[in-house]
């Protein structure tokens, strides 16, 4: 009964997981782009409340290369996909920039850097703030270079007769 699920010789079986994987990751990655990645919050302990004014990946340069690269590399997985799966590991490329961009929005000041926060108890408190988009997009990003290296490691499994 075994020998029913093996894949004939004519037509060998090819493993294209890998490049679906990268697909997916570089298409959540441009999806992450749109998502908020950093606002300004300000709250008071006296009304109970705050305020916060949001800003989204693609409202920064930082996050317009993200989404360009989270695009190449949804490139690379179906040349991939449709090619020989080992094309999917050139997204390591737009994954590797994706994961420095997005450092570089935190750390080189893309308006992050500039604003102040100020603590005046109960009063008022105004602070940046790191929003889950950069988290999903870093995620995104560190998936799609993880997944395009396996691409290359791994070999494609074929039929053997």
């Given at each position: ?14 493993s ?7 697909v997916?990751?570089g298409?959540?990655l441009v999806?992450c ?6 606002a300004l919050?300000?709250?008071?302990g006296l009304?109970?409340?705050?305020l916060a004014?949001?800003v989204?990946?693609i409202d920064?340069?930082f996050g317009?290369y ?10 690379c997985?179906?040349?991939g ?5 080992r094309l999917?590991?050139?997204a390591?490329?737009p ?9 570089m ?8 850097q500039?604003?102040v926060?100020i ?7 105004i602070?940046p703030v790191?929003?889950f988009?950069?988290f999903?997009?870093?995620?995104c990003?560190v998936a799609?270079?993880?997944l395009?290296?396996?691409a290359?490691?791994r070999p ?6």
């Amino acid at each position: 009964m075994a020998d029913d699920l093996m894949p004939t010789p004519a037509r060998p079986r090819t493993s294209r997981g890998y490049a679906l994987g990268v697909v997916a990751a570089g298409a959540l990655l441009v999806f992450c782009a749109v998502l908020p990645w950093a606002a300004l919050q300000a709250t008071s302990g006296l009304i109970g409340g705050g305020l916060a004014s949001d800003v989204r990946g693609i409202d920064d340069t930082f996050g317009v290369y993200t989404l360009i690269a989270g695009l190449v590399a949804v490139g690379c997985g179906l040349a991939g996909m449709f090619s020989h799966p080992r094309l999917a590991a050139l997204a390591v490329v737009p994954g590797g920039v994706a994961v420095l961009v997005l450092v570089m929005f935190v750390t080189d000041g893309s308006g992050l850097q500039d604003r102040v926060s100020i603590d005046l108890g109960e009063l008022l408190s105004i602070e940046p703030v790191i929003r889950f988009g950069w988290f999903a997009a870093l995620g995104c990003a560190v998936a799609l270079v993880f997944l395009s290296i396996l691409a290359l490691l791994r070999p494609p499994v074929t039929a053997q007769s």
